[in-house]
């Protein structure tokens, strides 16, 4: 469920003219294209990458990270090769930052290495298991979204899914050839393959499908078809409470054979570890349709920026959407003891910082950016009804696709447009306030009480 932390570049009122046409300096910049050669070797449990990087928005110097794991064997800029330039201060534990001059046209770089990319095994090249992603820095990371096309090479007997447009192109001598391009700008490129997936198909499902071990017990492979079906499902009902969506709406639900406890939607591509299928309703709420409902939360919910004033719209939205899915399908019970879960999370956050500030990385996170955006509008609806909280998140929908950016002043305006002004004024002011008050849904319902 968590996202990556990562910030737009912003210039802010000013306005340029490129190329003859009128740039808001404000709107988020072009994305940068990156065409890249993958050829993934599992049995040597290593990857070998030609990357192009073309248009990448650029001032003075370009700074770009990629997993230590990884040796760069050639680095060019604008067709010149290049050594990196200055120290790489920025760099973390796994991810080394190179620094080059900007280029006018275009970076390439080739790079090898080999084996887990992640400390979790969220990421790796393995006999059994290819899965790469932004957390694994196994392509040059960049700020803000891309445009891809990748050519990748595997072996042909894994079963790919990824979060862009896949064509089988050839096979043979136990390789296949792959084109797989992203539809919109994307934050990511993220692929999983297995040669063990079966894909499965929910009874009555078109274009939804879960990709799941053929080895795993029967009641697992019932329960990965089951997640699919919830896929769906919410999916429906979204449409029908939100409006349309601009994400063509199917998915690969891929139970990706891995510990580390990490989901992630990268739609139409959804990541869950495969430990999730025998996951429980001991809380008292269906634990894998509710996590399913929370990610194709994201067909909707992810406009918002990945900033700390921000994500808690991606994050808190699709999570209120997943609660409404588990009360329309599972009941009030359901929605009940998942209201008691958010509660007691936001109980053992304590003394927690505002919604709009908390950190990335932080331990606030679930209880911030999933549980209290959820709980404030639970407790906003119980006021304004069913109907009107809707029409609301609708409302927010088309703004969120019309501009293709939500932020918090979306937000606040969306509210004072659809509500009365004491609604719209205490869900403000529930974003910018530490701890957690009553009037922001930290009072627990009756039907919690009896609980
Ligand atoms: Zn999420």
Not at 104 to 114: F, K
Request: hydrophobic share 40%.
């Amino acid at each position: 469920m968590l996202r990556k932390s990562c910030v737009y570049l912003l210039a802010v009122g000013l306005v340029a003219l490129v190329g003859g046409v009128v740039v808001r300096a404000d709107a988020p910049p072009r994305p940068a294209s990156y065409e890249l050669l993958l050829r993934v070797d599992p049995a040597r449990e290593s990857l070998r990458v030609s990357a192009k990087i073309l248009a990448p928005v650029c001032d003075g110097r370009l700074n770009f990270r990629l997993n230590r794991v990884l040796r760069v064997e050639r680095l060019k800029v604008d067709g010149r090769t290049v050594e990196t330039l200055d120290g790489d201060t920025s760099s973390t534990a796994t991810q080394r930052v190179y620094t080059v001059p900007c280029p006018t046209r275009q970076v390439e770089v080739d790079y090898a290495g080999e084996g887990v990319l992640t400390k979790d095994g969220r990421n790796q090249i393995s006999p059994e298991l290819v899965e790469l992603s932004v957390y694994g820095a196994w392509y040059p990371l960049l700020e803000g979204k891309l445009y891809y096309r990748v050519a990748l090479e595997l072996d042909e007997k894994f079963v790919v899914a990824a979060n862009g447009t896949l064509v089988k192109e050839r096979a043979g001598q136990g390789i296949a050839r792959y084109s797989l391009r992203s539809e919109q700008p994307v934050s990511d490129i993220a692929l999983v393959a297995s040669p063990a997936f079966v894909r499965l198909l929910p009874a009555k499902a078109t274009r939804f499908e879960a990709l799941a071990r053929s080895t795993l017990p029967q009641r697992s492979l019932a329960h990965a078809r089951d997640a699919a079906d919830a896929v769906e499902r919410a999916a429906a009902l979204y449409r029908e409470w939100f409006g349309d969506t601009e994400v063509p709406v199917r998915a690969s639900v891929a139970f990706s054979p891995r510990p580390g406890p990490l989901s992630y939607a990268r739609l139409p591509l959804i990541v869950v570890p495969e430990a999730e299928l025998a996951n429980s309703t001991a809380q008292g709420y269906p634990y894998l349709p509710w996590l399913m409902g929370h990610e194709v939360g994201h067909f909707w919910w992810s406009y918002a920026e990945y900033t700390p004033a921000d994500d808690w719209l991606n994050e808190g939205l699709a999570e209120y959407s997943a609660a409404q899915f588990v009360r329309e399908v599972y009941g009030p019970d359901a929605y009940t003891a998942l209201l008691k879960s958010y509660r007691q999370a936001t109980a053992q956050a304590g003394e927690s910082p505002a919604i709009v500030e908390t950190p990335s990385d932080s331990s606030w996170i679930y209880a911030n950016r999933y549980a209290k955006p959820a709980l404030l509008l639970d407790t906003i609806e119980r006021s304004v009804g069913t109907p009107r909280l809707r029409a609301f998140l609708a409302a927010l929908n088309r703004r969120g696709a019309s501009q293709r950016r939500l932020s918090r002043a979306d937000f606040n305006e969306t509210a004072r447009t659809v509500f009365d002004r004491s609604n719209a004024e205490r869900l403000a002011g529930c974003l910018t306030v530490r701890g957690w008050p009553a009037e922001c849904g930290g009072q627990p319902r009756t039907a919690e009480l009896s609980r």
